[in-house]
Nanobody
Framework: QVQLVESGGGLVQAGGSLRLSCAAS????????VGWFRQAPGKERECVAA????????YYRDSVKGRFTISRDNAKNTVSLHANSLKPEDTAVYSC??????????????????WGQGTQVTVSS
């Protein structure tokens, strides 16, 4: 089993930045792809970014390319999402998730197996 805890959310003005962190327990964490997802009220959950076990492959949705960066430190069992130039449309609950069924990255929420509790990101205008 994998336990995930997100942190780093908060209130930020448009144009600001946040550093979200996903801390994982479990000594096999390093072998799994990890994704960051977000869900705003009344909207579908969507993948923001994902990263392979080694960090060699990444995925970003078009709306965050050039603004968000995903990285991981397997020695510390953490995956980070650096969100820059934030916009009000980025407001959502951000969650990290582990894809235990495959070694490749994916963008669909139903491809992920373990989820954290989420952290709120609010971007004001």
């Amino acid at each position: 089993q994998v336990q995930l805890v997100e942190s780093g959310g908060g209130l930020v003005q448009a144009g600001g930045s946040l550093r979200l962190s996903c801390a994982a327990s479990g000594r096999t964490f390093a072998r799994y792809p990890v994704g960051w997802f977000r869900q705003a009220p009344g909207k579908e959950r969507e993948c923001v970014a994902a990263i392979s076990s080694s960090g060699g492959s990444t995925y970003y949705r078009d709306s965050v390319k050039g603004r968000f960066t995903i990285s991981r430190d397997n020695a510390k069992n953490t995956v980070s999402l650096h969100a820059n130039s934030l916009k009000p449309e980025d407001t959502a609950v951000y969650s990290c998730a582990v894809r235990a069924r495959s070694f490749s990255v994916a963008s669909s929420p139903n491809e992920y197996d373990y989820w954290g509790q989420g952290t709120q990101v609010t971007v004001s205008s």
